[in-house]
């Protein structure tokens, strides 16, 4: 029914990224230009992490919530910035944990020796990065970054590694939750528990309202860009009218389902089985090192983004 705001999201978030990835097929013809965009990619979230670190040091521009200061880069939302590093993250790791030297000569013709140094220097870079990026995605304090994201792309790298990879990293994990309880307190943890107020609740009621919404236009949807105007207008629950302004129902397939209907769920489901596919092959077929790593990292951030 909002034609104009549907008109700008199929632009900005439809065909911009489509034109973006065609763009990146057509320039990337080999591993090194690869390389380019990802160091690019890291490059730019390690700065961005370094300004909402700098904003928590400095305290301004952050949001004061249940007890801490959440920082939130050049976003809205602290959530928007742990999305945003939460898929970066785990390819900083990636390289810095699991990338292995190639042996020979680089195919441009550069001596082993001169490789080996170069990414031995990558793979240090990265791991600065990594540390950078990781700090401010705990000052973000986004419970969806520490308890479901990040864990969940961490656990994914080490079940590629092997089996004795995947025991270390649950044991890493499990004492990180438990400095992690030690550092920032319980307040904002146990709140999540709490389904008569705060965050909870009302994602219990969002969540009640798209049901209904989905009820009313189960087919189609309801159009891109098009949720927040049916919610304020109609769905949204009384108990629920503080926060009335919400443009998307903080939930995968319920987004995808409402914005584009059945069809747009089963294209989701297409992408995340055709990436996940060749992403499993490719890293199955690829010797261990840098390649294999290129693989493994993104995946390993697409399922942080789904987590």
Do not use: C
């Amino acid at each position: 029914e909002e034609g104009r705001v549907a008109a700008r999201e199929l632009r900005t978030v439809v065909l911009e990224s489509a034109l973006f990835y065609a763009l990146l097929r057509a320039l990337i013809r080999h591993r090194g230009a690869a390389w380019l965009v990802v160091d690019a990619w890291v490059l730019g979230a390690s700065l961005i992490a370094a300004v909402g670190i700098g904003q928590w040091i400095l305290g301004e521009g952050v949001i004061t919530a249940e007890g801490v200061s959440r920082v939130r880069g050049f976003y809205g939302s602290p959530n928007n910035l742990a999305l945003y590093l939460g898929r970066v993250f785990p390819l900083a790791l990636a390289v810095a944990a699991f990338w292995r030297l190639r042996p020979g000569p680089a195919a441009d013709g550069r001596t082993a020796g001169a490789t080996g140094s170069s990414e031995a220097r990558r793979r240090w870079l990265y791991a600065l990065g990594a540390v950078i990026v990781g700090l401010a995605l705990f000052l973000t304090y986004s419970r969806g970054a520490w308890l479901i994201g990040v864990p969940a792309a961490l656990v994914f790298l080490a079940a590629l590694g092997g089996r004795r990879t995947l025991v270390v990293a649950v044991v890493v994990l499990l004492l990180a939750a438990v400095l992690l309880l030690a550092v920032a307190g319980t307040e904002r943890l146990t709140s999540l528990l709490e389904t008569g107020e705060g965050t909870t609740f009302f994602r219990l009621q969002l969540w009640r309202s798209s049901l209904a919404m989905l009820a009313d236009h189960p087919l189609l949807g309801v159009g891109l860009d098009n949720f927040l105007y049916k919610y304020r207008s109609h769905y949204v629950l009384p108990t629920a009218w503080e926060e009335f302004n919400l443009s998307h129902p903080h939930n995968l397939i319920l987004d995808f389902w409402l914005r584009l209907g059945l069809g747009g769920l089963a294209v989701l489901a297409w992408l995340l089985a055709g990436f996940f596919r060749r992403g499993l092959r490719l890293y199955r077929t690829l010797p261990a090192g840098p390649d294999s790593v290129l693989v493994a990292g993104p995946m390993a951030g697409m399922v942080n983004f789904v987590a």
